[in-house]
């Protein structure tokens, strides 16, 4: 059961350095850093790091872990919001994740929720936005931080988010309570988006038997073997219906149609409508929890603690 403890506070300011330059994905459903987790997205070779376990069992077996977490609310220097970050909007926010997140074993509770008065990022370009906060605003690394601006300029404002470190991520004022929450926090803790590599020439095949000589599950896509081959459904919205399901005939790089289930439209990780994304998998719980453990034994991920 997870305690959140309610702490508020203003912040002051000073200087932190900037991570190392990654190439970066982006689209209007979020920004995030493709190439910190695997870099060579060529070579087809399962890592040994990973079990690709989707067995249940080995999920449960995790013990429980507890990630603190500090909201920053951010609004016009001079106080004012045209949609203030509250307290009953963060509980929404805890709530949300605590409920995405259960079959992981992982707990989110409230370290702290701190307002930042500046215009210089209450409204603007993302990228702005992140050299601003990293140069001006301080960041704890036993914490996972969540900024919450008004909106972002990014592509007429429809720009909803973005993991830009490994504990610094944001969303707008219009995603503290949906899908993109969770969704961001997965980028936080290793995981990728499901259509990943879609037009690569090694793109993710549709066939799930390994026996399969074109079966390369393990080495493409997500690196998760429990969600299909999937395309970026940005911009086909149309071909999901109102149950979530998929009725379109769209075709991956070796010319096969996807084959995607309403499991596949509601997950996550996926750019799907956004009022279907609700889940995640067991394969995808197993890698988040295994990047966990594999990040911590090389002294990353300093803000995810054992439940005591």
């Excluded at 990630?67 to 709530?95: H, R, Y």
């Excluded at 929450?181 to 390994?210: F, Q, S, Y």
């Excluded at 299909?228 to 919205?237: D, G, I, S, T, V």
Aim: proline residues 4%; negative net charge.
């Amino acid at each position: 059961m997870c305690n959140m403890i309610l702490l508020f506070s203003i912040v002051g300011s000073f200087f932190i350095s900037d991570p190392p330059d990654f190439s970066i994905e982006s689209s209007n459903f979020c920004i995030y850093d493709s190439g910190e987790i695997e870099h060579n997205m060529n070579q087809c070779k399962p890592n040994p790091a990973y079990s690709y376990s989707t067995d249940p069992h080995d999920l449960s077996d995790f013990s429980e872990v507890v990630i603190p977490i500090v909201f920053w609310g951010i609004n016009k220097t001079d106080g004012s919001n045209q949609d203030p970050l509250t307290k009953a909007k963060v509980q929404e926010s805890l709530e949300l994740l605590n409920s995405a997140f259960a079959e992981m074993k992982i707990c989110f509770e409230l370290n702290d929720l701190n307002y930042i008065d500046d215009s210089e990022i209450y409204w603007s370009d993302y990228y702005k936005f992140n050299k601003h906060v990293k140069k001006n605003y301080p960041v704890s690394d036993e914490v996972l931080n969540i900024y919450v601006p008004y909106r972002f300029t990014n592509n007429n404002n429809n720009l909803r988010g973005g993991k830009w470190s490994s504990n610094q991520m944001s969303v707008n004022m219009l995603n503290y309570k949906t899908g993109i929450l969770p969704h961001e926090v997965g980028h936080i803790l290793g995981l990728l988006h499901t259509h990943t590599g879609e037009k690569a020439m090694n793109c993710e095949h549709i066939t799930r038997d390994e026996n399969d000589l074109s079966y390369n599950a393990k080495c493409t896509g997500d690196r998760v073997t429990d969600t299909n081959a999937m395309p970026n459904l940005y911009r086909y919205f149309h071909l999901i219906n109102e149950n979530c399901e998929y009725e379109g005939d769209l075709r991956n790089c070796e010319d096969l149609p996807y084959q995607l289930t309403e499991e596949d439209i509601r997950n996550f990780m996926g750019y799907t409508q956004h009022s279907c994304r609700s889940t995640f998998t067991v394969g995808q719980g197993i890698r988040a929890r295994e990047f966990i453990e594999n990040s911590q034994k090389s002294g990353k991920l300093g803000f995810v603690f054992q439940k005591k």
